[in-house]
């Protein structure tokens, strides 16, 4: 087996595709009931008893969704598997298998990848998840990763973006715009040192909006907190391209219009601190940031009382209302603005 | 909307990734009963009754595995689709719903998602899937394409690479190497238009080994013949990385070794043809090309009359035997060539 003597890495094209695999699968373990054949056939094989299965899949391409330079390898395997099954945990559903696609160029060493898993494995554990299957392949320019996740929930529990009422209540985990204000903190000393006017880049004070885009996580905690009160939302989506985007996907889907207000929405201070720093409005990141992982969703004005008694980080930002009234948010002197989807234009500016 | 004056395409970004994604959706309709819910929410929903699920995903990437100078983009979404499929035909398993990725950068248009997205629904009418999901992203490079197929199959059917008996065997659908050739007429003819000498490349009389490449098909026809005369064999993989490798997978997941014999490999007469042409050796063609997308299955030896009886366009091509002899490819001189695979390393050379 070859090694880079400098670096003492290894090269993938030295071990051979079969041993890679083999060197890779021996990092996982399946321990899912509901896996019947995890790695090593054509297709992986999974049974549920009584429950639907759900699947989705996401594509992240370096220099778009994220870059190197400041990303550390195992933390990309942690959070492309929490971006994964955030999608089921909106659904209301337990995921339990995922499969994981790599392609790497030359630049890369078996090493990397090992990094790679490392992170899979960590979240794998955190979220008790089997890795089941996934393709590695040569790739001639940057690093791309395609997860597949596969989930579980009874036909009764399943939440789709489509069943909000107009009087619902609208509903949202955790804080916004943290890991975005993150990503513009290493953009910006990333900037810094490429310059070499710092020998080292200044993070202290910040760790919170730094862990929220390195390394964030997925709210099982929310899923499983609503699952024992036997509180289940009307309409539900999980929030990965800013909150603006999320609430126009579930108004257009219940076929609803919303309102929701400026001085209702959770921003950390940390966020707000750093938003001061690099002057960017916080609501901004709020509204149009992505990487947040929480949660958004709809629950009958009945379950007021319940939401406020038994949930804890949820936090009531707004309400559907009719269609015709289309999509607003409300500032504290009133005015109404229209809320818009940023997306894709979006991205591509980011990149 | 913004249109490209000179080609009358459309931007991506000015459509926006809501209208991108609901005109993709148009493209496509669901008509499994299986699927519960399609395109639009956070994951897929599927449910199959007494059956279990299989899920198999492959990622595809521009410059290594397809050259877009000469792939026409409906082409590729069929091929792709094949791909992905084959793997779920490979476990005796039927194919039900697939998900779709796709990374491109600005140098496509909405109107070139389309041509994949037409090819996409080909293959799903002619092998009878739903496109449940996927994922849309912009790319800094080339375009990467992600595919994720979910099938079924009752429990007792399924059938992995690790069934094989050391007394069965070994049996191959189809031809090999076509595919392989195909790609090779392809390169040359690319090289030679780029230099100029030719004005119009020169296919004539090779279009079999083409369509082989560019539109192959997988092998639903065997694993409908085989569910009719009951016949389920002990272990079976798709053909996708040349013969060699896929002899290699199952001899060591069956932990038997194998002896396949040179003049019963299944050769196409224009595969020859090409192969002396360009002075390369069409046995090598069949044991190391890909994009095969055929079946190498094995069957005890007691249903060899059944096989040359009741199955059209499969070949015996060897038996498995004792681990300890190992895997050879016997010549008709009777001498014995160890079996190896090339895989990544391969891929790598071609791209």
Partial sequence: MHKNAAMQKTDIASLGEFNLIERLATLVECAQPSTVKGIGDDAAVVRYEQAE??????????????????????????????AGISDIYAMNATPRQILLSI??????????????YAGVKAACARYGLDLVGGDTAPSMTGM??????????????????????????LCLTGNLGAAYMGLQLLEREKRVFEGHSRKQPQFQGFEYI?????????????????????????????????????VLHLCRQSQCGARIYLERLPIAAETFRMADEIQID??????????????????????????????????????????????FLITPDNQAVELRAQGWKKDEADA
Avoid at 149 to 159: L, Q, R, T, Y
């Fill in 53 to 82: 299965t759900l699947v989705s899949t996401e594509l992240w391409l370096e220099g778009v969704h994220f870059d190197l330079t400041y990303t550390p390898l195992k933390h990309l395997g942690y959070k492309t598997v929490v």
């Fill in 144 to 169: 791309t990763i395609g997860i597949t996740v596969i989930g579980e929930a009874p036909h009764d529990k399943i939440v789709y973006r489509s069943g909000g009422k107009k009087t619902d209540l």
């Fill in 210 to 246: 730094l862990e929220r885009y390195l390394k964030p996580e997925a709210r099982k905690d929310i899923i499983d907190a609503m699952a024992a009160i036997n509180l289940r939302p009307t309409a539900m989506i999980d929030v990965s391209d800013g909150l603006a985007s999320e």
């Fill in 103 to 116: 392609g790497v160029s030359k630049r890369f060493f078996v090493e990397d990848l090992e990094a790679i």
């Fill in 282 to 327: 916080a609501v901004t990141a709020a509204l149009h940031g992505g990487d947040d992982y929480e949660l958004l969703f709809t629950v009958p004005l009945s379950s007021y009382d319940t939401l406020r008694k038994d949930l804890q980080n949820v936090d009531i930002i707004g309400h559907l209302c009719d269609a015709s009234e289309g999509a």
